[in-house]
C-alpha cells in the first residue's frame, strides 16, 4: 500500500474491465458535484483510447453528464501528435513540429544523395522506403533521449560486418545534416516537440498544480518524458495514474530478473534484459518515474465485467520468464488452470475465419452479450467480416484497411504502374474496368468499348506504348478485322485520357510533377467519384500533401518509380468507416483492443510471425549498437504483444484460435500459445464443436459428382463438314470437339500472352510458305526472306527465338538441296483441299506437297513432337495419311495422285543431338514401318468409323474418351473435368 501523502499509484488488472472500472472509480471520487468531474483531465495514451473511455463513460452514466476533459499524449510510432490540450494560447509558443510526410521526403532526399554520393544509387521508392526506418530509428533516438554524440562515440567498427559499417556512416551522415534541414524549415520533431510539451507541462503542474484532479489512465509508454510527466501526475494534490495488469504479486525473483540490468562492476558486462516479458515494458516505466512496484494499490473499484482472479494468475504463470518455467509442475492445481479459456485449432485460415465468425453469430443469441475479435492479422478480420454479412451483421473493423486494398488506392496505383509498364495489356485493361472508371451512367458504353479491346489484345504484346496499341488496331488482319475495327472506333476516347501520363516517359522529373499528372490523369478518368467517402478523401489529402511536399523536398525521379513509392505510403494510410459499428460485436487491432472489454474476447491469428509479429529489422543500426545506445531491442515489441496477449484474456470468456497453415505452408503455433498449453496439459481446453461446426457449415455432406458429360444431339444436326486437324479432337475427346464445332465456343488466347510453340510454329511455316510462293524454293534464298520477316516481328521473338529459328532455316535450305538432287520439286504450298467422304466434307491444308520421281510425297513442318507410330496404329495422328487421302482423291486441284511418299520436317533434335531430322511413318527402317498405300487406307477406315459414329450416327460425345491421345484441356472447365475424371 503507498504511504499517505505519497504518489497516488494504482493499477487495474486484467481480469477487471479497464476502462469501465477506470469509470466507476472516477464518478466515485469525484462526480460527487456535476462540476467536479467536469473540472477534472485525464491523461490517456493516444487518440484511440479516447473513445473507448467515452463509452465506458455513456455506459456508466446512465443519462446525461458532463465529461472531464480527455487529452492524448500522443504516440510518435503512430505519427500522432500530442494534443493540443499540452500546448494553450496563453503558454509561451514553441516551434512547430515537421510533419511526418514532410520529414520523410527530406530524408529520403537525403538518403538518395548520400548513397549516390558514394556510389550506392537507389531510386526514389527505395530512397522514400529507407526514409521510413530512418525517420523510425531517428524517433527512437529522440524518445529514449539519446544524443547523436552517444553513437560517434562508440568504438565497435572492428566488430561490426562491412555492412553494418557502411549504414552507420551513412546513418551519421544524414544525421549530421537532419538539424540544418530542420534550421531551414523553423520547425523540430514531432518526438522531440512532445517531449518539450510534456516536460513543459509537468513543471508547470509543479509549480501550479491544476484546480481539478488530474488521471493518467492507460498510459503504458515508457519514454523518460512520459515517466516525468506520469511521476509529476502522481504527486498532484489531486492526481492519479492507473496503469493496466501491473504484476503486483510477481515474485521478486521474477520481477527482477526481467531487467534492465546494470553491468557488472566486476566485468562491467551487462547481463541481458527479458525484453519479451509482459512486464518488462511497464518495469522500465517504473523505474524512470522512479517509484517502486509496491507503492501500487489495486483499484477498488469495480465496472463492467470482472473475471476470475486466478485465471490471471495462471496466464501470468504461463508467460514467465523461461528460468522460472521449472516451477510449472509445483504450481498449485488453481494456478494452472485457464478456467473461461477454449482454444479452437483450425485447418485453415479461411475455416478459422469461418470459425470466428460462428463465435460471434453465437454471441448475438444471448440478448445484451457482447464479443470482440482481437487481432494483428487484418486480413483475417477482413475474412471474419466478410463471413458474418451472410447473417446480415455488419462489423467495422476498428483498425481500419490499408488504402491500397481501396478503390481509390488501387485506382492510382493501376494508373502509376500501366504508366510504368508503357500501357501494357494487363495493366491496362485492368485499369480501364477498374469499377471507378466511367461510373454511373456512362459506364455500360465505357465497357462495351473496352471490351471490344480486351479480344484484341488477347495474344503477344503489342509494342509499347499507346502508340503501340494504335498500331495494332491500324494492322491489317483477315480474322480480326472488323473487331479491330470497332476497337479503333472507340480507342481515341480513352487514348485521350491516358496521353499525359503517357507522355512522361521514362524520364527522371520532379515528383511534384509526376504526382500532378497523376492526380489530373485520374480526375479525367474518373471524376469526382474517386475522391468521394472515407478512402476518397485519404487518398486526396494524401495527394495533397505528398504534392506539397515533394515540390521542394522529395528527389526526383522516373515514372516508373511512382507506383512503387506510392504503395509504400499507402500501406500505411490506415482508412477507418466513421459510421457506428454494430452495438455489441467488435472487431480491433492490438491497439485499438486496448482499454476495451467485451463479454467474450475472441484472440485470432495466434501463430508465430503474426502473435507476436516478426520484429522488423533495423537496417540503420546493428542489433549490438542499439543495445549499446540503450535503444529498444527489436523484440520488445514481442513483450508489449504479450501484455496485449494477457490483458484480453481478461474477460470472463475468452476463445484463442490459430490455423495450422497460412497460404503458403504449414504454420507455427504462437509462443504464447505452446507456454498455455504447456502449463494447462490436459486442463487446455478445445472448442471442439467450433472447430467442427465450421468444417460443417459449407460440407455438403453428400457429394454427388457431376456424371462425365456425353451430350447426344440429333444426328441431322450434327455437323456434316471436318477438318483434318479435328480428327483426332473427335475421337479422343468428342465432347470438346462438340464444344468447338457445335457449340461454337472458341478459346481465346491469353492477354498479354507469351509466345508459344503455337506462335513459333506460325512464323515458320509464314516464313517458308513466303520462301516457296516469291522465291521458288530456292535454298540460297531461304535465310534472307527468313530474316526478312523476322525484323518485322515482335522484339521477343527476335530475341530468344532467332538464333534457333536459323538454324532450323539453314537445316530445311539443306534438306531442299538433297530434295532438288533427287529430282524433287516444290508443287505447291499451303495449299487447301476437300473431298466428300462417309458422307461428310474433309478439309485439309498441306503445309507442302512435292512432286518427285516416284510420286507425290505429302510434307507436314514439325515444330513440335513427331507422332510415334504406336499412336498411328491406335487410329490417332492420322492427319499425314488424311491429306494424301485427299491429294489421292483430287482434293487438291490440280496437285493429285496417289502419294508414294509422307515426310515430317521436325524442326527439333534429333536422337542424335543434331538439329532438325526428317521422320516418316511409311519408312521401311522403322520397327512397325507402313506402306504408303496402307497409310492411306488406314486414314480411310479410322475417318470412316468415326463419322459414321459421331458426324452421321448418333454416337454421344462422351468427354475424354481416349485423354491419353487427348492433351489440350481448352474445355476441361467447361466439361468439369475434375468432378469426374478418375472417380470412376
Given at each position: 500500500m503507498a504511504e499517505a501523502g505519497g504518489p497516488q499509484l494504482f493499477t487495474i488488472p486484467a481480469h477487471r474491465a479497464f476502462a469501465d472500472a477506470l469509470v466507476v472509480g472516477l464518478l466515485k471520487r469525484f462526480g460527487e458535484t456535476p462540476a467536479g468531474l467536469a473540472r477534472g483531465l485525464v491523461l490517456l495514451p493516444n487518440n484511440r483510447a479516447k473513445r473507448a473511455l467515452t463509452e465506458a463513460f455513456v455506459r456508466a452514466s446512465g443519462g446525461g453528464l458532463l465529461l472531464p476533459r480527455l487529452v492524448a499524449i500522443g504516440d510518435p510510432a503512430l505519427d500522432e501528435a500530442s494534443d493540443p490540450a499540452f500546448d494553450p494560447a496563453d503558454a509561451e509558443p514553441g516551434p512547430p513540429a515537421v510533419t511526418p510526410l514532410q520529414r520523410r521526403m527530406i530524408l529520403a532526399r537525403l538518403v538518395a544523395e548520400e548513397r549516390a554520393a558514394a556510389g550506392q544509387p537507389v531510386d526514389g521508392a527505395e530512397?522514400?522506403?529507407?526514409?521510413?526506418?530512418?525517420?523510425?530509428?531517428?524517433?527512437?533516438?529522440?524518445?529514449?533521449?539519446?544524443?547523436?554524440?552517444?553513437?560517434?562515440?562508440?568504438?565497435?567498427?572492428?566488430?561490426?560486418?562491412?555492412?553494418?559499417?557502411?549504414?552507420?556512416?551513412?546513418?551519421?551522415?544524414?544525421?549530421?545534416?537532419?538539424?540544418?534541414?530542420?534550421?531551414?524549415?523553423?520547425r523540430i520533431d514531432l518526438a522531440d516537440r512532445r517531449r518539450l510539451l510534456l516536460d513543459r507541462l509537468a513543471a508547470q503542474w509543479r509549480r501550479r498544480p491544476p484546480g481539478g484532479f488530474v488521471c493518467a489512465a492507460g498510459i503504458t509508454d515508457s519514454a523518460p518524458a512520459v515517466a516525468r510527466l506520469l511521476r509529476c501526475v502522481s504527486e498532484l494534490p489531486q492526481g492519479l495514474v492507473v496503469i493496466p495488469d501491473l504484476a503486483s504479486d510477481m515474485p521478486v525473483s521474477q520481477w527482477d530478473a526481467l531487467g534492465p540490468h546494470a553491468p557488472d562492476p566486476a566485468t562491467g558486462v551487462r547481463r541481458r534484459s527479458i525484453e519479451t516479458h509482459p512486464q518488462f515494458h511497464l518495469k522500465l516505466l517504473l523505474e524512470r518515474m522512479g517509484v517502486n512496484r509496491g507503492e501500487f494499490q489495486l483499484w477498488r473499484d469495480r465496472g463492467g465485467h470482472d473475471a476470475s482472479i486466478e485465471r490471471g494468475r495462471a496466464v501470468a504463470n504461463a508467460l514467465a520468464p523461461a528460468l522460472f518455467t521449472r516451477e510449472w509442475p509445483s504450481l498449485p492445481a488453481e494456478e494452472r488452470r485457464l478456467s473461461g479459456i477454449t482454444a479452437a485449432e483450425l485447418a485453415t485460415p479461411a475455416e478459422e475465419a469461418?470459425?470466428?465468425?460462428?463465435?460471434?453469430?453465437?454471441?448475438?443469441?444471448?440478448?445484451?452479450?457482447?464479443?470482440?475479435?482481437?487481432?494483428?492479422?487484418?486480413?483475417?478480420?477482413?475474412?471474419?467480416?466478410?463471413?458474418?454479412?451472410?447473417?446480415?451483421?455488419?462489423?467495422?473493423?476498428?483498425?481500419?484497411?490499408?488504402?491500397?486494398?481501396?478503390?481509390?488506392?488501387?485506382?492510382?496505383?493501376?494508373?502509376?504502374?500501366?504508366?510504368?509498364?508503357?500501357?501494357?495489356?494487363?495493366?491496362?485493361?485492368?485499369?480501364?474496368?477498374?469499377?471507378?472508371?466511367?461510373?454511373?451512367?456512362?459506364?455500360?458504353?465505357?465497357?462495351?468499348?473496352?471490351?471490344?479491346?480486351?479480344?484484341?489484345?488477347?495474344?503477344?504484346?503489342?509494342?509499347?506504348?499507346?502508340?503501340?496499341?494504335?498500331?495494332?488496331?491500324?494492322?491489317?488482319?483477315?480474322?480480326?478485322?472488323?473487331?479491330?475495327?470497332r476497337a479503333a472506333a472507340w480507342w481515341p476516347e480513352a487514348r485521350a485520357l491516358l496521353a499525359p501520363m503517357a507522355a512522361l516517359d521514362g524520364a527522371v522529373q520532379p515528383l511534384a510533377v509526376l504526382l500532378a499528372?497523376?492526380?489530373?490523369?485520374?480526375?479525367?478518368?474518373?471524376?469526382?467519384?474517386?475522391?468521394?467517402?472515407?478512402?476518397?478523401?485519404?487518398?486526396?489529402?494524401?495527394?495533397?500533401?505528398?504534392?506539397?511536399?515533394?515540390?521542394?523536398?522529395?528527389?526526383?525521379?522516373?515514372?516508373?518509380?511512382?507506383?512503387?513509392?506510392?504503395?509504400?505510403?499507402?500501406?500505411?494510410?490506415?482508412?477507418?468507416?466513421?459510421?457506428?459499428?454494430?452495438?455489441?460485436?467488435?472487431?480491433?487491432?492490438?491497439?485499438?483492443?486496448?482499454l476495451q472489454s467485451a463479454d467474450t474476447m475472441i484472440l485470432g491469428g495466434l501463430n508465430e510471425g503474426v502473435w507476436p509479429g516478426t520484429p522488423a529489422p533495423d537496417p540503420w543500426l546493428a542489433p549490438r549498437i542499439r543495445a549499446e545506445l540503450g535503444l529498444p531491442g527489436l523484440e520488445r515489441r514481442v513483450g508489449i504483444a504479450a501484455h496485449d496477449l494477457a490483458n484480453a484474456l481478461g474477460a470472463p470468456r475468452a476463445l484463442m484460435t490459430r490455423a495450422r497453415r497460412d497460404a503458403k505452408s504449414p504454420a507455427i503455433p504462437s509462443r504464447f500459445w505452446l507456454r498455455l498449453q504447456a502449463l494447462a496439459g490436459e486442463g487446455f481446453q478445445r472448442a471442439g464443436d467450433l472447430e467442427r461446426w465450421a468444417r460443417l457449415l459449407d460440407d455438403p455432406a453428400e457429394f454427388a459428382p457431376e456424371p462425365q458429360p456425353a451430350p447426344a444431339p440429333p444426328a441431322e444436326k450434327r455437323p456434316r463438314q471436318?477438318?483434318?486437324?479435328?480428327?483426332?479432337?473427335?475421337?479422343?475427346?468428342?465432347?470438346?470437339?462438340?464444344?468447338?464445332?457445335?457449340?461454337?465456343?472458341?478459346?481465346?488466347?491469353?492477354?498479354?500472352?507469351?509466345?508459344?510453340?503455337?506462335?513459333?510454329?506460325?512464323?515458320?511455316?509464314?516464313?517458308?510458305?513466303?520462301?516457296?510462293?516469291?522465291?521458288?524454293?530456292?535454298?540460297?534464298?531461304?535465310?534472307?526472306?527468313?530474316?526478312?520477316?523476322?525484323?518485322?516481328?515482335?522484339?521477343?521473338?527476335?530475341?530468344?527465338?532467332?538464333?534457333?529459328?536459323?538454324?532450323a532455316i539453314?537445316?530445311?535450305?539443306?534438306?531442299?538441296?538433297?530434295?532438288?538432287?533427287?529430282?524433287?520439286?516444290?508443287?505447291?504450298?499451303?495449299?487447301?483441299?476437300?473431298?466428300?467422304?462417309?458422307?461428310?466434307?474433309?478439309?485439309?491444308?498441306a503445309d507442302r506437297l512435292d512432286r518427285g520421281p516416284e510420286g507425290l510425297?505429302?510434307?507436314?513442318?514439325?515444330?513440335?513432337?513427331?507422332?510415334s507410330q504406336a499412336a498411328i496404329r491406335a487410329g490417332f495422328s492420322l492427319q499425314l495419311g488424311l491429306l494424301g487421302l485427299i491429294a489421292e482423291r483430287g482434293g487438291f486441284g490440280d496437285v493429285a495422285g496417289r502419294p508414294t511418299g509422307f515426310e515430317y520436317w521436325a524442326l527439333s533434335r534429333a536422337p542424335d543431338r543434331s538439329f532438325g531430322f526428317v521422320s516418316s511413318p511409311t519408312d521401311p527402317k522403322k520397327r512397325d514401318p507402313i506402306s504408303a498405300d496402307e497409310f492411306t487406307a488406314l486414314a480411310a477406315s479410322n475417318f470412316s468409323d468415326a463419322v459414321r459414329e459421331w458426324l452421321t450416327g448418333d454416337a454421344p460425345f462422351t468427354a475424354k474418351l481416349h485423354p491419353e491421345y487427348a492433351p489440350y484441356g481448352e474445355y476441361d472447365q467447361l466439361m468439369r473435368r475434375d468432378e469426374w475424371y478418375g472417380r470412376g
Open positions: 530512397a522514400v522506403r529507407l526514409a521510413g526506418d530512418l525517420a523510425r530509428t531517428l524517433d527512437q533516438l529522440l524518445v529514449e533521449e539519446v544524443a547523436p554524440e552517444k553513437l560517434r562515440a562508440l568504438d565497435l567498427a572492428d566488430q561490426l560486418s562491412v555492412h553494418w559499417q557502411r549504414a552507420i556512416e551513412m546513418f551519421g551522415i544524414v544525421l549530421d545534416r537532419w538539424p540544418g534541414e530542420l534550421a531551414r524549415l523553423g469461418q470459425a470466428i465468425a460462428l463465435a460471434l453469430r453465437e454471441v448475438l443469441e444471448e440478448p445484451g452479450r457482447t464479443a470482440a475479435l482481437v487481432t494483428p492479422d487484418r486480413a483475417l478480420a477482413r475474412r471474419v467480416a466478410a463471413h458474418v454479412r451472410r447473417w446480415g451483421v455488419e462489423i467495422d473493423d476498428t483498425a481500419g484497411r490499408p488504402l491500397t486494398i481501396l478503390p481509390p488506392g488501387t485506382l492510382l496505383l493501376l494508373l502509376a504502374e500501366a504508366a510504368a509498364q508503357r500501357f501494357a495489356p494487363l495493366p491496362l485493361l485492368a485499369l480501364l474496368k477498374h469499377p471507378l472508371v466511367r461510373s454511373g451512367e456512362a459506364r455500360g458504353k465505357w465497357l462495351e468499348g473496352v471490351r471490344r479491346l480486351d479480344r484484341v489484345l488477347r495474344g503477344p504484346r503489342p509494342a509499347p506504348g499507346l502508340d503501340g496499341v494504335d498500331a495494332l488496331l491500324a494492322e491489317p488482319s483477315e480474322r480480326e478485322g472488323k473487331r479491330r475495327a499528372v497523376l492526380r489530373e490523369t485520374a480526375q479525367a478518368l474518373c471524376g469526382d467519384e474517386l475522391w468521394a467517402g472515407p478512402a476518397g478523401r485519404c487518398a486526396a489529402e494524401l495527394l495533397a500533401e505528398l504534392e506539397v511536399e515533394a515540390a521542394a523536398n522529395a528527389p526526383e525521379m522516373a515514372a516508373d518509380g511512382l507506383a512503387p513509392l506510392l504503395r509504400v505510403l499507402m500501406d500505411e494510410q490506415s482508412v477507418r468507416v466513421q459510421q457506428g459499428s454494430h452495438p455489441r460485436l467488435a472487431i480491433y487491432g492490438l491497439i485499438e483492443a486496448r471436318i477438318a483434318v486437324t479435328d480428327v483426332d479432337r473427335l475421337k479422343a475427346d468428342p465432347y470438346a470437339f462438340y464444344a468447338k464445332r457445335y457449340l461454337r465456343l472458341a478459346a481465346l488466347d491469353a492477354v498479354d500472352a507469351d509466345f508459344s510453340a503455337a506462335w513459333r510454329g506460325t512464323v515458320v511455316h509464314e516464313a517458308l510458305e513466303q520462301w516457296a510462293r516469291l522465291d521458288g524454293g530456292v535454298p540460297e534464298r531461304l535465310r534472307d526472306r527468313a530474316q526478312a520477316l523476322l525484323e518485322g516481328g515482335h522484339p521477343l521473338v527476335r530475341a530468344l527465338w532467332e538464333p534457333r529459328l536459323m538454324e539453314d537445316w530445311i535450305a539443306a534438306e531442299q538441296r538433297r530434295c532438288l538432287n533427287a529430282g524433287r520439286s516444290i508443287a505447291a504450298v499451303e495449299r487447301e483441299g476437300k473431298i466428300e467422304i462417309a458422307g461428310v466434307t474433309l478439309t485439309g491444308t510425297v505429302v510434307v507436314d513442318y514439325k515444330t513440335g513432337r513427331v507422332p
